[in-house]
């Protein structure tokens, strides 16, 4: 699977959005791009994935630029509960079994 | 409720000790994954199964085991050849099909005195 460089934290205030950006520069046509969220001490929880179409859904919305060498993990209203370690990975589509491969994450900070 | 469940959640051991992690899924999905997590650090890949009976070595192996001999159940074996035991532990599952997200267990934080 193809690497992923993310900051190592970012500050967001509560109610704005957080955008949390991800270089892919490496990544295959067949690999979509996939973001988890880890709260301390708990398992990693799904979000979002997408291919090279933009994606939303309930917790948050993904942008990956035209050339998919980077993207953008968007909260739009960020909350307190929203302070975790974000995960950007990449993976291989034509795989169900295909592992996950978790670099160090941003951390966000969500500030009242 | 589906999910997976991981226990216990904290868990102390003598060194040179085996210890058993469960891990027991109720979600019908065909793979299962064990990561390592150390401080400040990502996930890292021990072993993971696509199949009952099947499994196969990931990027940390090496003083761990497991088995499948149940769909639900993966437990993982810390053996007393690990020479950093200390970490947290995180199961993990997904279906069969593609372009699925796996689902991850709360953890099993293991410390070893």
């Known amino acids: 699977d193809a690497k992923t460089t993310q900051p190592p934290s970012m500050d967001c205030a509560e109610g704005r959005a957080a955008n949390l950006p991800c270089n892919h520069s490496t990544i295959s046509g067949n690999e979509y791009v996939y973001w988890y969220r880890q709260i301390h001490s708990q398992g990693p929880q799904y979000i979002i994935h997408g291919l090279k179409n933009n994606e939303t859904n309930e917790m948050a919305s993904l942008i990956i630029t035209e050339d998919r060498k980077s993207s953008t993990l968007i909260l739009p209203h960020a909350t307190l509960r929203d302070t975790a370690v974000y995960y950007c990975i990449v993976r291989v589509a034509n795989s169900g079994y295909s592992t996950l491969t978790f670099g160090k994450g941003t951390m966000l900070l969500v500030s009242p | 409720d589906g999910g997976i469940t991981q226990s216990p959640k904290y868990l102390f051991r003598k060194e040179g000790q085996n210890v058993t992690l469960s891990c027991e899924q109720n979600?019908?999905?065909?793979?299962m994954y064990w990561y390592r997590q150390d401080p400040g650090q990502g996930l890292r890949l021990i072993y993971y199964?696509?199949?009952?009976?099947?499994?196969q070595k990931g990027d940390i192996a090496e003083g761990y085991s497991v088995s499948r001999e149940k769909k639900e159940s993966f437990p993982l074996t810390v053996t007393s050849a690990q020479k950093n035991p200390t970490a947290f532990y995180l199961c993990?599952?997904?279906?069969?099909?593609?372009?699925?997200?796996?689902?991850f267990g709360q953890g099993t934080r293991l410390t070893v005195v």
């Open positions: 979600l019908n999905h065909d793979a």
């Open positions: 199964s696509q199949i009952v009976n099947d499994f």
């Open positions: 993990a599952s997904s279906p069969a099909t593609v372009n699925t997200e796996a689902f």
